[in-house]
């Protein structure tokens, strides 16, 4: 393998430098192994999370190799495959209107590009949904339990470098919890453009605004995907969302002629985020936000009846 070279320097360890305890190191590289998977999976595929068996090329990619321990806090040094080596078809084509990973780039320059939307809090990026986020908040338990902060240090490449501390967890938990579960939609629109390969699409709607998706091949044939180029449709599937409440990704389990009478799938509603709807007692608070002050916070010795009786009364004093 001519894999990337990479450094993880963990800092905070009570264990003498150079030297981690194995328990710690299981939990640092399952957190570390299980954003990688979901990272590189919504890159390619559109969601980070899929039911069955890991694809061969998901999982060659995910093949680090552990290539020593240093002192200077404790360092970890690690090889990572580059998508050309692991997922050479996946990467291949680079089509023009939706962005596959670089055929250098590894999993962990996906993770990296993840954590860096995540804390500069970028709520339209297409680099994080609601499961990347998920798998980030695993590195909770190993800063709770062992150490101050994580980081993963590339000498080749500066661009691949992240850290995750509490300072960053608390920015990635907020997004989380700002961002809709998937659920089910059916949307109406023009069947505009196809990448067969990855049975991509990109939905126009009325309003000008274009969503991406993917047919599932179990429900949605090649022939009718065709068949359908350049019409409008109406589309049946799953939606993700990103922290701003909008559609982000629809995994199509049905796509058919749209029909008359049908208008209303047009307009598509954007979810409300939990930060959203407080939006009026935000302001009333003079831009306080009472989600974002008790998060990490709560649950404390309070039961929610108490909570939600003192923000009863604060909308009710202004």
């Known amino acids: 393998m001519n894999g990337v070279h990479y450094r993880i320097r963990i800092t905070g360890l009570k264990t003498p430098e150079g030297t981690i305890p194995l328990t710690a190191l299981m939990e640092i590289s399952d957190a570390l192994i299980q954003g990688a998977e979901r990272t590189l999976r919504l890159s390619i595929e559109g969601t980070s999370i899929k039911r069955g068996r890991l694809p061969a090329w998901l999982a060659k990619s995910l093949e680090f ?44 320059t996906l993770l990296s590009k ?8 970028q709520l339209e990026s297409q680099r994080f949904d609601r499961g990347v986020l998920g798998a ?21 490449r500066p661009k691949d470098n992240f850290k995750i501390g509490r300072m960053e967890l608390a920015k990635i938990g907020r ?14 629109g023009s069947f505009d453009l196809i990448e067969h ?19 599932e091949p179990e429900y949605v044939s090649d022939r009718m995907m065709r068949d359908l180029w350049g019409k409008k449709v ?23 002629p749209f029909e008359i009478g049908e208008e209303i799938l047009q307009a598509v509603q954007e979810i409300q985020p939990p930060l959203k709807l407080v939006e009026g007692f935000k302001i009333r608070q003079k831009g306080r936000s009472p989600l974002r002050e008790i998060w990490g916070q709560w649950p404390g010795e309070e039961s929610i009846d108490e909570l939600l009786s003192v923000l009863r009364e604060s909308s009710a004093e202004t």
């Open 65 to 108: 190799t552990f290539a020593g321990i240093s002192k200077g806090s404790t360092v970890l040094d690690i090889e990572v495959p580059t998508l050309e080596e692991s997922a050479p078809e996946q990467v291949r084509q680079q089509d023009l209107w939706y962005s596959m990973p670089n055929p250098e780039d590894t999993a962990l």
């Open 114 to 121: 993840s954590v860096q939307d995540a804390i500069s809090e």
């Open 136 to 156: 980030l908040l695993a590195f909770k338990t190993p800063l709770d339990k062992y150490l101050d902060e994580f980081e993963v240090l590339s000498p080749n």
């Open 175 to 188: 997004l989380e919890a700002e961002t809709p579960e998937p659920r089910a939609v059916a949307i109406a």
């Open 197 to 215: 390969p990855h049975r991509l699409f990109r939905l126009s709607l009325e309003d000008g605004r274009k969503i991406t998706g993917k047919a």
């Open 234 to 256: 109406v589309v049946k599937g799953t939606a993700h969302f990103n922290p701003s409440g909008e559609i982000r990704f629809i995994e199509a389990q049905v796509v058919r």
